[in-house]
Structures are given as C-alpha cells and as structure tokens.
C-alpha cells in the first residue's frame, strides 16, 4: 500500500454572536477547521484534523509513495518538519485511521484497549458570573456529566473563586470541580505576565479548600520549581498541564522530577498520538495521570479519546461543552452527527475500524473556504 496523495478542505463557520473564550484576548468570530485525506493506492482513505497544517506543501513529498503503515517513520518525518515551523499532527491522525481500517480495528484497540468507553467533564469556555455558571452547571449535571472544569481569568480572581464557590454549594461534594487558570501558554499576541508563584500559591490554596479536583496550567511550563511547590503545598489538590506542551524531553524531564499530577498533552496540538502513549504510559507507570487536553473539533476529540482509552487515561475526559454558545453541534458541524457523551456522562470509544470519523460532505461543501 502507498500514499497516492493528501488533501484538504479548510472550513469556516460563521457565528453570530462571536463567542469570547476565556483563554483568547480576542473574540471568535468563527470556528475554523482543517479536513486532512491521506489518499492510498489501495482505495483506504484516512482522515484526521486539527491543527492548520499551514505550509505542509513545502513537506508533502515527504510522505508520497510511502507505506501508510510505517507509522514509526512517518512520526519522526512529522517531528522533523514541525521542527522548521508547523505543527502536521493531523497527518498522523489521518494515518491511524487508515491503519485501524486495514487491521479492521478502532484504533484504541492498537493502543492497549484498555476502555471501551472513559467519563467525561464538561469544559467549559467563558468566563460567567456566579450564577450563570451554577446554571450550566446544573444543566450539565442533567445531561449526565458527573464534573465540570471552571476558568479562572488572572485578572478576575474574586469572581473566579465565587463561580467556583457557588457551583459547590449549589451542587454538592458529589460533583467534581476542576479549575484551569490558563497560565502555562499564551494565544497569539496576548503578551500579558502570567499570574506570579506568591498569588498563585494563595489562590491554590482557597482553591483547595473548595475541594477541587485539580487546578490546571497554573504557572507557565517554564517554571518547574513552581509547580512543584505548589504541589508541595497543596498536597490536597491536584496540579495538571501539558495540553500544550510541544516538546517531549521536556515532558519527559516533567516525568523524572516529579512535577505534575495529571499530564494532559494533546494528540492533535501537541506531541502526537505516538508520543502521546509512549509518555501517558510512562506517567502511569509513576502512577500518575494522563487526561489529555481536547479543544478541536470532533475528530480531536475522537483521536484523544482513542489514545485515552487504548492506554487506560482518566479518571476523566475532556469534553468541551458550554452552551448556549459552546455546543458539540457547532464544534462538529463538519460531521454527520456530533461527537456526543452518553445519558451516563461516558464517552463511548466507536467501534468500527480506523477512528470512527464520519464527515458531513454536504457541510464541508458549504463551508469549505
């Protein structure tokens, strides 16, 4: 079998209202979307999304005439040209659902089959009052979803907390709360200081006593003496990163000293769904937890789950989800049904060979750029 060619829709979906993420300086004005097709000599067509896969013209010989199922070496190629300034993650998605579809296998079933389905939590996006967020959390909580993950902008702290407050009284010890600060990286332009060590570390702590389950992306990756202090003094909180973090001995060194509870590397954005296992099995052989980051689309959120799910992450997995503005149906407006959680809360991993990906062609053609 050879890759014959590979090819891609790039989508845009307009929203109105923009939408404002916590993590964004700027408004989104629309959801964009990159569809990758590895096309094969064989008629097996593998597809995987994510990241622009901008400037992959200038690399794509690389990859013509290959085996697909050489995935070893179509991952080192991938790093090679990430190195000089993209980010080709998607292609190795596109790859591993053409090998789960020649094996006739999901793809979890490749990396371990440990779970045939994970629970997930609801991510939410924005940044809402107190009340406001006890109601999507309410709601959350009817349409199965057993935790919730909180942001907290740096510079509205007082309003954080009471979000987080009013969301455990309102719903109990029985519903977990995760909180993520969204200090470790930074969207394009936003050349903001993070939050310092000292406020962070106070803000840990009041965290902490609200029972949180973990606070993640507290301090900048950077900062690994950071980390572990606020480990150190909070030993009743779990601290979690990583969804972003690119390189993988630097992961790795994360791993030897000990610095995160919950390692959260993202498939699609960050390291890859190779990589990805090699060091969720590492942080569990430290027994420590992988619960990788999933803000794509639904075909990010497929490739996470399987790598998840064939290594056995949890206790959770993210699930974005913040309606009335952050839906599965407006994430996933190129698929012919959403990626939804189950009555239960779970996410179920698809069955079917390859990932389980099946594109709306009528929405691509709409909103193909």
Same mark, same amino acid.
């Given at each position: ?53 901008? %400037?992959?013209?200038? !690399? ?15 991952? #080192? ?7 000089? =300034?993209?980010?080709?993650?998607? $292609? ?8 789960? #579809? ?24 924005? $940044? ?5 967020? !006890? ?36 719903? =109990? ?23 310092? @060590? ?20 507290? @301090? ?61 099995? $590492?942080?569990? $052989? ?13 075909? =990010? ?43 239960? =809360?779970? @996410?179920? !991993?698809?069955?079917?060979? %390859? ?15």
């Amino acid at each position: 079998m050879k890759i014959v060619d590979i090819t891609f829709d790039r989508l845009r979906l307009d929203l109105d209202p923009p939408l404002r993420a916590a993590w964004d300086p700027e408004p989104r004005r629309h959801f964009d979307a990159t569809i990758v097709r590895v096309h094969t000599d064989e008629g097996v067509t593998g597809i995987g999304s994510g990241d622009t896969m901008a %400037g992959f013209e200038q !690399v794509k010989h690389l990859f013509l005439g290959e085996d697909p199922l050489d995935i070893v070496r179509h991952v #080192k190629a991938i790093e090679t040209a990430n190195f000089h =300034g993209g980010s080709y993650w998607p $292609l190795e998605v596109a790859l591993w659902d053409i090998i789960g #579809k020649v094996a006739g296998l999901p793809v979890s079933a490749l990396f371990g089959n440990s779970a045939k389905s994970l629970r997930a939590y609801a991510s939410s996006a924005e $940044l809402k009052p107190p009340e406001e967020r !006890v109601e999507t959390a309410l709601r959350a909580r009817e349409a199965g979803f057993r935790a919730m993950k909180i942001r907290i902008d740096r510079d509205r702290i007082g309003e954080g907390v009471a979000a987080v407050t009013a969301v455990r009284e309102a719903l =109990g010890a029985d519903f977990e709360i995760m909180v993520d600060l969204n200090q470790s990286w930074r969207m394009a332009g936003d050349t903001a200081a993070a939050t310092d @060590l000292v406020r962070t570390r106070r803000l840990v702590r009041q965290l902490s006593e609200l029972d949180v389950f973990w606070v993640e992306e507290p @301090l900048p990756y950077a900062d690994i003496d950071g980390f572990r202090a606020l480990r150190a003094d909070n030993p009743g909180v779990r601290i979690a990163a990583g969804e972003m973090h690119h390189s993988v001995p630097e992961l790795l060194r994360y791993l030897e000293a000990d610095v995160l509870d919950v390692y959260q590397m993202d498939v699609v954005l960050a390291v890859g769904m190779h990589r990805a296992r090699t060091l969720a099995e $590492l942080a569990q $052989l430290k027994h420590r937890a992988f619960t990788p980051h999933s803000w794509t689309n639904g075909i =990010g959120v497929l490739a996470n789950l399987h790598v998840s799910a064939g290594v056995g992450g949890g206790p959770y997995f993210e699930f974005p989800w913040d309606p009335p503005g952050w839906t599965p149906e407006r994430r996933d407006f190129m698929l012919a049904e959403p990626v939804m959680i189950t009555s239960a =809360g779970e @996410l179920e !991993v698809p069955q079917t060979p %390859g990932l389980g990906i099946r594109l709306d062609e009528e929405a691509i053609d709409r909103w193909r750029l």
